[in-house]
C-alpha cells in the first residue's frame, strides 16, 4: 500500500495453544505477593512494552509520482524506481483534469490523488491502482471550491482536503472508502490562501496570503475538521512581499515561508499549544529569484526552495533552532522555469516540476544535501508543468 506519511500500525497476534499436552507438575507454594506490588510490576511491564513499540525504524521506498499540466490541462503519472529514483509513464497517462490544475497532493496511504483547477474553480479527484499507478475518476468528481482555488493539502490522517483560494480556504471530508469529498459545516473558511499546508500533528492549518501578504494560522478540530482562527492570525511580522511556498518541518516545530518578491525565506517557531508562529532569529533568509514552492526532506535536515526566476534550486540545511545555511554549492541550476518541489518518503530524491517545456526533474540528494541529477531526467509530462507529489511504499 503506497504511502505518502510516516505513521505506521503496528499489530500482534498471539500463536494458538497446542492441545494434548499434558499438565505440567503442579509447582510449590510460593509466597504471596502484595496486590500493590503486582500492579506495580504489571504497570511497568506496560510501560516497557509501549517504550519498545516504535523504535524499530521502518524504510519507505518511492512508489508512484503524479505531476498536474496546466497547459495541457492533465495529469502525468510515473511509477518510481526506487534504486536509482528514475520515472516511468504509466500506461493510460496522461488523466484528463479541469481547467488549468495547478496543485496536486496525495492523500497519505496514497490512495487518492487531488488536483486543483484555478480555471474551473474545482478539484479533480482519483484513485489511484496500488499495483500500476493509474488513476481513475473518483465518483463525483470535480468538486466545487472558491474562485480560483491555488493550492491543496490533505491532512496527515487523511480525512480531510483543504484548497486555498483568494477568499479563503475550502474544507472537505474525505470518504475514506472511495475519495469523494463533502464540504465541511462552515467552509468556506475566511483567510486570504494563496498556499496552505498541514503541520505533521494534523493539528494546525497555515495560510499564505500572495497579494495581502500576511501569514494565517488556525487549529484543526480533530472531529470535524473544522478551522478556528489561532488568536492575533492573520501575523504580518516577519512576512515578506507576496509569499507564495510554505511548509512546516517534519517535527511541526517550525515554518518557512517563500516571498517571492523579494527573494527570501521567512523562518517562524511554531507554538506547541496554540500554532502561533514567531519569526526566528536570522530571518528571512536569502535565496534565488522568486521561491514559489518549498520543501524538506523527512528527517527534517535539508530545506529545498524551487526559484522560478532562475531555474534553479537553493538548498539549505536546517539548524537545531531552525534556522538556515547554505548548502556548499547552492544553488543548484535545474531547470527553466522551476515550480512544485517535493522530496520522496525515503529522502533519497528531490522532484521538480519544471513548466517549460513541461517535465519532471529528479535529483539525488546527497548525503549533505548536495542535488546531483538523476540518470535520464528530465522526463517529460504535460504542458506547463506546475506541481508534483511522490506517493510511496513501505520497504
Known amino acids: 500500500m503506497p504511502f505518502v506519511s510516516h505513521q505506521e500500525t503496528q499489530t500482534h497476534t498471539e500463536p494458538d495453544l497446542a492441545l494434548g499436552i499434558q499438565p505440567e507438575p503442579r509447582p510449590e507454594p510460593r509466597e504471596r505477593v502484595p496486590f500493590f506490588k503486582a500492579l506495580l510490576a504489571l504497570l511497568l511491564l506496560i510501560l516497557g512494552l509501549a517504550g519498545c513499540s516504535g523504535t524499530t525504524p521502518v524504510a519507505h521506498t518511492p512508489a508512484f509520482s503524479y505531476a498536474a499540466n496546466n497547459g495541457s490541462n492533465n495529469v502525468s503519472a510515473f511509477t518510481v524506481t526506487p534504486s536509482s529514483g528514475a520515472l516511468t509513464a504509466v500506461s493510460g497517462s496522461p488523466y ?14 496514497g490512495k487518492f490523488v487531488y488536483v486543483t483547477n484555478v480555471g474551473s474553480n474545482n478539484i ?21 471550491t472558491g474562485i480560483s482555488p491555488t493550492s491543496v ?38 483567510g486570504g490562501a ?28 480533530s472531529q470535524s475538521g473544522a478551522l478556528t482562527a489561532v488568536s492575533g492570525s492573520p501575523f504580518t511580522a516577519g512576512v515578506g512581499k507576496n509569499p507564495l511556498g510554505l511548509v512546516v518541518d517534519p517535527s511541526g516545530h517550525f515554518l518557512y515561508l517563500g516571498n517571492t518578491a523579494d527573494g527570501t525565506i521567512s523562518a517562524f517557531s511554531i507554538d506547541q499549544v496554540n500554532g502561533t508562529p514567531t519569526p526566528l532569529a536570522g530571518s528571512p533568509f536569502a535565496t534565488g529569484s522568486d521561491p514559489r514552492s518549498l520543501c524538506v526532506d523527512p528527517k527534517g535536515s535539508f530545506l529545498f526552495a ?19 545555511t547554505p548548502i556548499s554549492g547552492s544553488p543548484f541550476v535545474v531547470g527553466t522555469g522551476i515550480l512544485g518541489v517535493v522530496v520522496d518518503a525515503s529522502g533519497k530524491f528531490l522532484y521538480v516540476a519544471d513548466n517549460t517545456p513541461g517535465s519532471v526533474r529528479a535529483l539525488n540528494i ?6 546531483t541529477p538523476v540518470t535520464g531526467s528530465p522526463f517529460t509530462a504535460g504542458s506547463g508543468t506546475e506541481a508534483v507529489v511522490v506517493t510511496a511504499k513501505i520497504q
Open 96 to 109: 484528463p483534469a479541469g481547467a488549468s490544475p495547478t496543485a496536486i497532493a496525495a492523500d497519505p496511504a
Open 124 to 144: 479533480s479527484a482519483y484513485a489511484t491502482d496500488s499495483a500500476s499507478g493509474a488513476l481513475a475518476t473518483v465518483p463525483g468528481s470535480p468538486f466545487s
Open 153 to 190: 493539502t490533505v491532512d496527515p490522517s487523511g480525512r480531510f482536503v483543504y484548497a486555498g483560494f483568494a477568499g479563503g480556504i475550502s474544507a472537505y471530508t474525505i470518504d475514506t472508502s472511495t475519495g469523494a469529498l463533502t464540504p465541511i459545516a462552515g467552509s468556506p473558511f475566511t
Open 194 to 221: 494563496g498556499i496552505v499546508t498541514v503541520d505533521p500533528s494534523g493539528r494546525f492549518l497555515f495560510s499564505a496570503g500572495f497579494n495581502i501578504n500576511k501569514l494565517s494560522a488556525f487549529t484543526i478540530n
Open 306 to 324: 524551487g526559484t522560478f526566476g532562475d531555474g534553479k534550486v537553493s538548498g539549505y540545511t536546517i539548524g537545531a533552532s531552525g534556522e538556515l
Open 366 to 371: 546527497g548525503a549533505t544535501g548536495a542535488l
